[in-house]
């Protein structure tokens, strides 16, 4: 499961523009005043990037991820202090868990089973922000008839079997939310939507590509001439494309202290 740095590089302006900033600033604050942070499924560090201008200049980043490629990227991101894991991340055991303040993840819980987000809740005694969780609501203006019908057969295939067993797709964030409370922490969610309009028409149409795609191999039929059509009308269309962000904090609370980096 990996994704190439062209594509994480296209979506990266509508993720930063996304992240619930209210939830972006707690989650900084409760790494603490000397932050290690883990990052898991880094790609080129835009949890990195996204983070920085509210932490102190020593964080410590741990980088996790199975493409040495993408480390390389996002090790240049995190600066000289990074430490890289090329890992795969099937065994939340192997995570390089000690001295780490939080840990943080970006799009990666839809892509997840249940039971391996169970095994991380139950592993972690530290924060937990992970951002960017699809969840299940996409929307075009002009709308079409075919949107809704889509949007399902879509979701069906966020739910397949990503490699580490089904996913938990659009559900991600309130089943994620929901382990994470069951294990001890307290947890709070936040919208995190990408609002796309004719500047993001790269990124719009690459993602109708993959809508289109995803949902064909459902079934569905007309759902490639839904795709041709909506590509058609990228310049003079936009489209909301629903995410989730969540923060757990583990009781107590007390590891949420403020530095004056945020």
Known sequence: MSF???WLALREPA????RDSTLLRRAARAAGASPVILDLGCGTGSTVRAMAPHLPASTTW????????????????????????????????????????????SALLD???RDWVSALASRLAVPFYAALSYDGQMSWDPADPLDA???????????????????????ASTASAAIFDAAGFDVTQADSPWRLGPDSAGLHASLLDGIATAAAETGLAGAR???????????RSTCS??????????????????HAAD
């Open 149 to 171: 019908p889509v949007t399902d057969a879509f979701n069906r295939h966020q739910l397949g079997d990503k490699g580490l067993g089904p996913a938990l797709g659009p559900g």
């Open 111 to 113: 892509l997840m089973p």
């Open 241 to 258: 494309i629903g995410h989730r962000d969540i923060l757990a904090l583990p009781h107590p609370s007390s590891t949420e202290t403020e």
């Open 15 to 18: 993720d930063h523009a996304a």
């Open 62 to 105: 741990r980088l996790v991820d199975n493409d040495p490629a993408l480390l390389a990227l996002a090790a240049r991101a995190a600066g000289p202090g990074a430490h890289t894991h090329a890992l795969d991340l099937a065994d939340p055991g192997a995570l390089p868990l000690d001295g780490v303040t939080l840990v943080t993840a």
């Open 225 to 235: 001439d839904w795709g041709r059509m909506r590509r058609d009308r990228v310049a």
């Open 4 to 6: 190439s740095a062209e």
